[in-house]
Structure formats: C-alpha cells, structure tokens
T-cell receptor
Framework: AQKITQTQPGMFVQEKEAVTLDCTYDTSDQSYGLFWYKQPSSGEMIFLIYQGSYDEQNATEGRYSLNFQKARKSANLVISASQLGDSAMYFCAMREVPALSGSARQLTFGSGTQLTVLP | DTGVSQNPRHKITKRGQNVTFRCDPISEHNRLYWYRQTLGQGPEFLTYFQNEAQLEKSRLLSDRFSAERPKGSFSTLEIQRTEQGDSAMYLC??????????????FGPGTRLLVL
C-alpha cells in the first residue's frame, strides 16, 4: 500500500488566488513528521514546511500553511496569494521515526502535484 | 550559507560504462542520503550515511551501486556497468543531528543521468 498519496497530478490556479494541494498518508506509527517540498523544473527539491504528528497547531511558513487532519491522515498544503514563481512540482513526504537508533530516517514521497499558476 | 552541492549536474554515458557522482553536504550536517527519482515520480530512498558509516541500503541499490562517505564529509555514488534503466535523477540530501521526527533534509540540485 502506498504510504503517501497525492491524488492531483496537475492543478491550475489564477495568480493571487489560494490553492490547496492534497496529501493523504498511511502509517501505524504515532510519531512521524510530514514535509512538503517544491521542485521547480531545475530539479532541486526545496523544503517548504513541516508538521509533526504531535503538533497541535497547523504549521505555517509565510504564504504556506498546512491543513493537518490527523484522524483523516491528511496533510494538505495551502498556498495563499499564488505567484507565477510558485509554478512547480510539489511533493508531500513522511518521515517515520525508526524504532532502532541508527536506522534509516529516509523520507517517503508521494508522486507529486504539478502546479501551474496562470497570469 | 552554502547548500548541498552535487557534481556533475548532467551525465550522459553509454550502456556498460561506469559513472561516479559526488555530493557535498551542508558542512555541519552529519547525515547524508541518496535518492533516485525517475520521470513523473517522487524520489525513492537508496542509501543513508551517519558520519562515515553507511547504515542502511534500499533494495533498489543493486550490487552495481556503491556509495562511500570517507571521513564523513562528501559522498560518492558509483554505478558500475550502467544500464538504460539507471537513467534517472540522483538526488543527495543532508541533515543535522537527531531532531527526531522534525529532522529536515536539505536537497542538492541533483545529477541527471542518461544511459544510451
């Protein structure tokens, strides 16, 4: 079963409007972290925002906010006041805390959503 | 503030040749990760170093792949006898310490490999 599901392969938004990118996840762990990254056409993955499973408040970073609904296992990214430079691929990722010290702490990524901001 | 750097940015090679990629992490970061990303997909984990020790390898990392991180600084990823299926973007990421679930990985620009 996929651990991270992004059901929107592509999204369009008008400049200056808000947009929500969906992400659902699957884990049996109680402690985990959720991340959103932006990948422009140049290829570099740019960290945007983090949400911890025990965080009571939804994370915010500038124009980015995370709509975290733990019971529904969803962590949707909201981008407010979209800009042309926001056009990129967006990935949701999860990091489960390993039981053993020294075990891999890799991120598991979804398949991404291609966001296009229209002028 | 220097980020993660990777070289080369692009590599074209013929099937059967060996290639080596380099990753320079953020200087104080003790953890280093390699991922592979194919077209239209998210990155997939390959291997992980804590300082100079390679602590885990994915099943994706066949015996043609080898990674090193001498002295816990830069890392190299070598692919021997390349195959067309190795064509992908190879991403390196680094992170600092053990901040539990909040540990944030910072990625380099990647190396795009094309095997002809």
């Amino acid at each position: 079963a996929q651990k991270i599901t992004q059901t929107q392969p592509g999204m369009f938004v008008q400049e200056k409007e808000a947009v929500t990118l969906d992400c659902t996840y699957d884990t049996s762990d109680q402690s985990y972290g959720l991340f959103w990254y932006k990948q422009p056409s140049s290829g570099e993955m740019i960290f945007l925002i983090y949400q911890g499973s025990y965080d009571e408040q939804n994370a915010t970073e500038g124009r980015y906010s995370l709509n975290f609904q733990k019971a529904r296992k969803s962590a949707n990214l909201v981008i407010s006041a979209s800009q042309l430079g926001d056009s990129a691929m967006y990935f949701c990722a999860m990091r489960e805390v390993p039981a053993l010290s020294g075990s891999a702490r890799q991120l598991t990524f979804g398949s991404g959503t291609q966001l296009t901001v229209l002028p | 503030d220097t980020g993660v750097s990777q070289n080369p940015r692009h590599k074209i090679t013929k099937r059967g040749q060996n290639v080596t990629f380099r990753c320079d992490p953020i200087s104080e970061h003790n953890r280093l990760y390699w991922y592979r990303q194919t077209l239209g997909q998210g990155p997939e984990f390959l291997t992980y170093f804590q300082n100079e020790a390679q602590l885990e390898k994915s099943r994706l990392l066949s015996d043609r792949f080898s990674a090193e991180r001498p002295k816990g600084s830069f890392s190299t990823l070598e692919i021997q006898r390349t195959e067309q299926g190795d064509s992908a973007m190879y991403l390196c990421a680094s992170s600092l310490g053990d901040r539990g679930r909040k540990e944030t990985q910072y990625f380099g620009p990647g190396t795009r490999l094309l095997v002809l």
